[in-house]
């Protein structure tokens, strides 16, 4: 089984009024993250991976820069490929209208989600993705995920016909996510549909029963660690984890958040002790994924490990 420790890194401005005022402090807390602990955002990150020698898979939110210039692109691919990560493809078309010139002159108005956009303009923003990524330095692409996972039948086509061999937009728990492909299939094993693999978000069972997708600073690592080992057991092909930039950062702020923080330096330590049974693999190269498993029963964790995630919900409340 493979784990792909995913990141969806992107940079925001707290609205959409003053971008340019607003920008240079946005990517200083998105990208670094500086306080008096360290910088919590993309350097800590990739600091405690290397220090547990463990693979992530950076999806680079790109389009931004196509507004601000493509230098601070370069930035956050150099940081990403130095520490010998890979850089794929994310997507907010939330951006298409603030560059300029819009990127739709005959539709000059925000469309948050990539479903709200036709075939052709999906696959304008994606190659406009692409060659922004590639200007900024970055090694040849092969995967792409949707930001907020809203992509839907269009978009696998569109990413197809970009020349991408991954999809991972596709999620179970977030109603937007290829709504028009659930009457086709579910998203909680990875399989082959034309000529592109999906990987989607891998979604278990917490442990009191309810549906979650394994994301860093919404689960205990007990809950992780648990769901990987119980996925590991069931043969399934890979086990997906979600992460951001600005995830071990606490709302708002450039400071660390510890719980979070401290979750993930665990999880890492965990994955990087037990390599032979949970590999941290990436997309860069022809993945030995082996989607021909059957789709099998969701893992699942135990009461104890989701109780934890409560006791540390609690705790980070005490603290913001
Ligand atoms: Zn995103």
Known sequence: MNVYLTFDIEVWCNGW???????PAAFERYVYGRSAAGDYALPKTLEIMARHGVHGVFFVEPLFAARFGVEHLATIVALIQDA?????????????????PVVFPDKPFKRQHLCFYDLDEQTALIRLGMELLDQAGAAPLTAFRAGSFAANADTLIAVERCGL?????????????????????????????????????????DGFGRLRHAQ???????????AMEDSAARR????????????????????????????????CRHLGSNRELLPTAGLASPAALDVTA???????????????????????????
């Open 165 to 205: 061999r991954f999809d991972a937009s596709l999620n179970m728990n977030y109603p937007i996510s290829g709504s028009d492909l659930r009457a086709e299939f579910d998203f909680y094993q990875p399989r082959r549909r034309d000529g592109l693999t999906l990987l989607p978000m891998t979604t278990f069972r």
């Open 84 to 100: 010998g990560q890979e850089v794929q493809l994310h997507l907010h078309p939330e951006w298409t209208d603030e560059i300029r």
């Open 294 to 320: 059957g789709p099998g029963e969701l893992s699942r964790c135990g009461a104890l490990a989701t109780a934890r995630r409560y006791a540390g919900q609690a705790v980070r409340r005490l603290w913001h």
């Open 236 to 267: 399934h092909p890979c086990f997906t984890i979600l992460s951001h930039n600005f995830e071990m950062l606490r709302a708002g702020s450039s400071r660390p958040d510890p719980v979070v923080a401290g979750r993930f330096e665990k999880l």
């Open 216 to 226: 860093v600073g919404a689960c205990s690592v007990a809950e992780l660690q648990q």
């Open 17 to 23: 009024t003053e971008l340019d005022a607003r920008f």
